[in-house]
């Protein structure tokens, strides 16, 4: 995940990286190692890389924007039966509904790794969800199910 820390450290300090290369080149301007025109395409490449950076944060603003909704809204509509699934005794064995549920449930959790993985999904949010996640593997029927599908590697490199 290094290069996500690099991308993040980007996006939190451009401008202050931008605005050192800028004052940089005027000090080597007013001590004459920099002529004016080459000043103006120092000038011209922070821009173009605060440009490209800033935009570069608003697309994936967006794109985390819409997936952490996307991923909510099937929460959402698993929650309740998640608990009921955790809250039944341990001993009792899995029904064929409750396995399904599991499966849909274990599915989402491996996409939320994968973008995570893949830099899209920010820090706070994943340990979020992974808090979640743990906290289900808490219940041993649930926990036996998912170590199974774990050990099969279905779940992106998910693990716990």
Same mark, same amino acid.
């Given at each position: 995940h290094a290069d996500h820390h690099i991308k993040r450290f980007l996006f939190k300090y451009y401008a202050l990286m931008?605005?050192?290369?800028?004052?940089?080149?005027?000090?080597l301007l007013l001590l004459g190692f920099l002529q004016l025109?080459?000043?103006?395409?120092?000038?011209?490449?922070v821009f173009a890389f605060?440009?490209?950076?800033?935009?570069?944060?608003?697309?994936?603003?967006?794109?985390?924007?819409e997936l952490f909704q996307q991923f909510n809204l099937r929460y959402d509509? @698993?929650?309740?039966?998640?608990? =009921? /699934?955790? *809250?039944?005794?341990a001993k009792l064995p899995l029904e064929e509904h409750e396995i399904k549920?599991?499966?849909?449930?274990?599915?989402?959790?491996?996409?939320?790794h994968l973008y995570f993985d893949k830099g899209f999904i920010c820090e706070e949010a994943w340990?979020?969800?992974?808090?979640?996640?743990? @906290?289900?593997?808490?219940?041993? =029927? /649930?926990? *036996?199910?998912?170590?199974?599908?774990l050990g099969a590697d279905s779940y992106y490199g998910l693990t716990f």
């Open positions: 931008s605005a050192a290369v800028l004052a940089t080149g005027f000090c025109n080459q000043l103006a395409a120092v000038a011209a490449g605060a440009f490209g950076v800033q935009k570069q944060h608003l697309e994936e603003m967006k794109w985390f924007k509509a @698993l929650h309740e039966d998640l608990n =009921r /699934i955790y *809250k039944q005794p549920t599991l499966f849909r449930y274990f599915n989402l959790c491996g996409e939320e340990t979020a969800w992974y808090n979640g996640m743990r @906290l289900f593997r808490q219940n041993p =029927r /649930i926990r *036996k199910l998912w170590n199974d599908e």
